[in-house]
């Protein structure tokens, strides 16, 4: 049997959807809701399931998932590494008292990895940073963040662009994981996740949102795990990997006040802390990353009404070396993982039709706004 896309019921108590993501099992975890999960699995990863005592129902077959959504018409409206060069370099080009293009690292397979830095530059050190693509698959991840610089390009003189870029600066890097996606772009290959390194074991691909420095490698767990093979693999040590060095470098020059990273899919909207259940310690900190959360969530679904649940990245499954809590827990910066557009694998999963790009878009941009003013609002670091 061919892999399936399935969704997990707890059957027993004996087998909790918690200990799910606790066993060696290398499963493709999709969704994680409260009473059930959606995983990508093969034939004996779902025997092992049903042996240990869960409910396994099949969605649907992953070939005929991809056949469904991953058409070649599909692809169109969607960035490659190059086609979004060429567009951040237009937007330099075009715009060059207020944006420049940054190299800030090269992948493994040597691509660029591109930041945007969009503002007057009058030495304000009033910064936010948005970033797209640390899995290759979510492939709407690159187009919020591009669509949010050439938005702000274009309403530059109108405020309160305006002013937020004379006070401060924005800068958007949509793509960290040039490699990987284009390697989704080729036959056979949409669903890979990590970047493209060999590992030591032969496999490929360390989950570059594993891979950074804070509380690195403190679990060993199917959502972040040490098999190289897996799906989130967390790299041999913290910052191994080319891209995520590429971000770490420019956090450290520029300590933005603020960094906000997009994935997909689920249409969450999640702050530290991913490695542990406990909240954060500073209360003022803890506010003020769950009042924003919630506000970017209302902001959200008043745009087409749909619904993004803010909460602690650790409820939906737990990860060390995270942007996000390496962002917070290092620098102190206000920091969020936005999950996309759409709810569900039956809506397309990591496979968002083309369709919907500027609506996932549309109600993302005040939320991207109300986290721009608020982190440009803040005394300088
Ligand atoms: O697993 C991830 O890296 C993110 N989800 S995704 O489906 N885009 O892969 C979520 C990261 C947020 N952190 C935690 N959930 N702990
Ligand atoms: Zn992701």
Known sequence: MASVIVRVTPTSARAPLSRLITLPLGLDLWEVHPDHAVLQA????????????????????????????????AATGYHSAESLEQDLRRLADDNPEIAELHEIGRSVEGRPVLALRIGERRGSSRKVAFLGCHH?????SVEVPFLLAEDLLAHASENPVREWLQQGEVWVAPMVNPDGHEFTRTPGNR?????????????????LNRNYGYMWGTLDVDTSSHTPADETY????????????????????QLFGGVLTYHSYSQLILYPWGYTDDP???????????????????????????????????????????????????????????????????????ILP???????????RPAAHAFISHVLKKPER
């Open 42 to 73: 093969g034939e004996a990863q779902v025997s092992r399931l049903e042996e240990m005592g869960y409910g396994v129902e099949q969605l649907q077959l992953s070939e005929s998932y991809l056949a469904d959504f991953a058409t070649e018409s």
């Open 191 to 207: 669903l890979w996740r990590k970047n493209r390194r060999r590992n030591r074991d032969g496999t490929t691909g360390v989950d």
């Open 136 to 140: 290759a698959r979510e492939w709407i």
């Open 354 to 364: 083309a369709s919907q790009i500027q609506p996932c878009w549309e109600e993302n």
């Open 280 to 350: 954060i310690l500073d209360e003022t900190d803890r506010r003020e990353m769950r009042d924003l959360a919630y506000d970017m969530e209302q902001l959200i679904g008043n745009v087409h009404g749909q619904a993004y649940t803010a909460q602690p990245s650790s409820a939906l499954y737990p990860t060390a070396g995270d942007t996000t809590d390496w962002t917070y827990g290092e620098y102190d910066a206000p920091s969020f993982t936005v999950e996309l557009r759409p709810g569900s694998a039956m809506a397309g999963g990591f």
């Open 234 to 253: 967390v790299g041999p040590r913290a910052f191994s990997e080319p891209e995520s060095r590429a971000v770490r470098d420019l956090v450290a020059r």
